[in-house]
């Protein structure tokens, strides 16, 4: 009589919200193996963030399951796909948008394949003394800021954004004069400009350029303000 020894497995896919990719797996040996997956609501890999993936198993040491990726069609994936020397689990960096394939190895046979889409990190949104979107703001609160802070929304990993330069023009009366900065601090003749502003002028951020620090710029929406 053939006697069937059978493991659990369970992979977690650590995603950016409180949902997770789970799959659980039941493998037979000798004989067929067979996968149950479970609902999942994201299966996303960010561009040059470290994307942790962690291998929960039972009975079977983390070391003996291998994780391959590959893009589909059947290319290579440029970025890297690699075992953490501490907790054994995996971390995915890929480094261009695209769709790829997870595999899942155990003692050399492939126990499960799945796809997950590698997408852009979102754009930041540009802050000036903490308020989003623009609208009234009194001088004093605006130099609070000491300038533009890009911040990214509902984006749990690791990732540092860095203003690299941006515009402000400023609006008196009908007129207008637009000075640029490099960084994130306003220049001094900005501050100059924003201490000196009356109320109902105008104040507009724009051409605001950041870098992530995986690698990559994004130019952000401006932000206007009439002062208070």
């Not at 995915?92 to 126990?111: E, F, G, H, Q, R």
């Not at 890009?150 to 330069?165: A, M, T």
């Not at 400023?170 to 007129?175: A, I």
């Amino acid at each position: 009589m053939l006697r069937l020894t059978f493991f659990l497995i369970m992979v977690t896919y650590l995603a950016c919200s409180s949902a997770s990719a789970q799959l659980t797996f039941k493998v037979s040996s000798p004989g067929k193996i067979s996968v149950f997956q479970t609902p999942a609501k994201m299966r996303v890999l960010y561009v040059g963030v470290d994307n942790p993936i962690e291998i929960e198993s039972v009975k079977i040491p983390k070391s003996a399951l291998v994780m391959k990726w590959r893009a589909i069609p059947n290319e290579p994936v440029t970025g890297a796909l690699f075992r953490d020397s501490t907790t054994k689990d995996y971390i995915a960096v890929p480094n261009t948008p695209c769709m790829v394939t997870l595999d899942i190895y155990y003692k050399d046979s492939l126990i499960n394949s799945e796809q997950y889409r590698c997408k852009s990190i979102p754009t930041p949104i540009a802050t000036v003394g903490g308020k989003y979107g623009g609208g009234i703001i009194a001088p004093a609160l605006m130099l609070s800021g000491s300038g533009i802070v890009p911040i990214l929304e509902n984006f749990d990993f690791s990732c540092r954004v860095s203003v690299v330069s941006y515009s402000m023009t400023y609006v008196s009366c009908g007129v207008a004069k637009t000075v640029s900065t490099t960084g994130p601090v306003y220049s001094a003749q900005m501050k100059d400009i924003i201490t000196s502003a009356k109320p109902n002028d105008v104040i507009l951020f724009n051409n605001i350029v950041v870098s992530y620090s995986g690698g990559g710029f994004a130019t952000l929406s401006p932000i206007a303000f009439v002062i208070s």
